[in-house]
């Protein structure tokens, strides 16, 4: 697996964040399309095909979402763990969630200065990882 850094972090997967939205927009312009263009004998079978593309966009959001929530709540309690093992105290309450999953990619070497910075400076996700000069990767997320 490829070492990870600043560059090439984030994880697109082709088939879901490029082809399966892709086809989810296309199904909902063709459907809403064909509902403007059909016959009043066809109305209820285009009204049909729209709201269903709109449920599949909704259920596809939400199928993304979801386990990205769960992901958050799991690198919370990683790095309050290090946190505390370091510090023998729990991360700061006023660290915001994405300051958190930024700097789950600090060395800990790099991790308590950093963590200082980013509460002092309110630092954005962004922000703390250029920041970090000793990557560590983190190759679950998706």
């Known amino acids: 697996m490829k070492d990870q850094n ?3 972090h984030a994880n ?3 088939g879901f964040h490029g082809v399966l939205f892709v086809a989810l927009v296309a199904l909902l312009a063709g459907s809403v399309y064909h509902l403007f263009s059909t016959t ?3 109305l209820y079978l285009a009204s049909l095909m729209v709201l269903t ?3 599949l966009i909704v259920m596809a959001w939400y199928i993304r979402t979801f386990p990205l929530k769960a992901q958050d709540r799991a690198i919370r309690a990683e790095e309050n763990m290090r ?3 370091m510090t023998e105290k729990l991360l700061p309450s006023d660290l915001r ?4 999953i930024a700097l789950r990619f600090a060395s800990d070497d790099e991790f308590l200065p950093l963590m200082e910075k980013a509460l002092k400076e309110k630092l954005s996700a962004k ?3 250029s920041s970090i000069k000793s990557w560590k990767g983190d190759y679950y997320r998706v």
């Open 6 to 8: 600043f560059k090439n």
């Open 12 to 14: 697109l997967v082709t």
């Open 40 to 42: 009043s004998e066809n």
């Open 53 to 55: 593309a709109i449920i």
């Open 83 to 85: 946190h505390y093992a």
């Open 97 to 100: 969630m994405s300051q958190i």
């Open 127 to 129: 922000e703390i990882k």
